[in-house]
């Protein structure tokens, strides 16, 4: 069975440039979350779909980013305009009903210069 | 805020049990115990959860003391794979948000 994956593994772009980062979830997993760990902090939450529906965007940092999930399948993360401090890795992961067991992807790593 | 408290670094000898300490005394009653890890820069794994009984499954073993304000994870016999970063995160199973704190990060010795 497929793991959670994330294209692009690593992504260089300059401040002001657009980034798009996708996410595939395991096939049936209707819950995907989106997670970042920037460089020397803590890994973050930032939403969680449930099919094509944001759960909980609480940890989304501003409006900078933005998340979809068309049809409830993949998933998407655009960073317009992307900043200095947005360099990072960007996880992504998904579950299915009632489990708190989170498949995690390899990550997507974002460097703004 | 993690709810969690671990230290920063452990060393444990290769074939040897790996304990890895967590408090997490503000814990409350429908809240569970997760555990996962990060090897390298991998995503990170989940390993194992548990709510006031212990448990064990294929990775590990968790131990949470009768009062649930702190827990022990335990690898049998750590291997130089199990070198990795662990997390012990204290979840409300209503809320889906996994809160990660700083880990304690475990270096398995040859």
């Known amino acids: 069975e497929a793991g959670v994956t994330q294209f692009p593994s690593h992504s260089v772009i300059e401040k002001g440039q657009t980034v798009t980062l996708r996410c595939d979830p395991i096939?049936?997993?209707?819950?995907l979350y989106w997670y970042r760990r920037v460089m020397g902090k803590e890994i973050k939450f930032l939403l969680h779909?449930?099919?094509?529906?944001?759960?909980?965007e609480s940890g989304m940092p501003n409006n900078r980013f933005l998340a979809e999930r068309t049809g409830g399948t993949y998933s998407t993360l655009k960073v317009q305009p992307a900043e200095l401090e947005d360099s990072g890795v960007y996880f992504c992961?998904?579950?299915?009903?009632?489990?708190?067991?989170?498949?995690f992807g390899e990550g997507s790593r974002l460097t703004v210069l | 805020d993690a709810k969690t408290t671990q230290p920063p670094s452990m060393d444990c000898a290769e074939g040897r049990a790996a304990n890895l300490p967590c408090n997490h005394s503000?814990?409350?009653?429908?809240?569970?115990v997760y555990w996962y890890r990060q090897i390298h820069s991998q995503g990170p794994q989940y390993i194992i959860h548990?709510?006031?009984n212990n448990e064990t499954n294929e990775m590990a073993s968790l131990i949470i003391t009768e009062d649930r304000k702190s827990s022990t994870l335990i690898l049998p016999h750590a291997t130089l794979r199990d070198t990795a970063v662990y997390y012990c995160?204290?979840?409300?199973?209503?809320?889906?948000?996994?809160?990660f704190g700083t880990g304690t990060r475990l270096t398995i010795i040859p």
């Open positions: 992961a998904s579950s299915g009903p009632n489990t708190g067991e989170l498949f």
């Open positions: 096939s049936g997993h209707d819950n």
């Open positions: 779909f449930v099919k094509e529906s944001k759960q909980d």
């Open positions: 503000t814990i409350s009653g429908n809240e569970y």
């Open positions: 548990g709510l006031k």
């Open positions: 995160i204290v979840r409300d199973f209503g809320n889906e948000k996994l809160t």
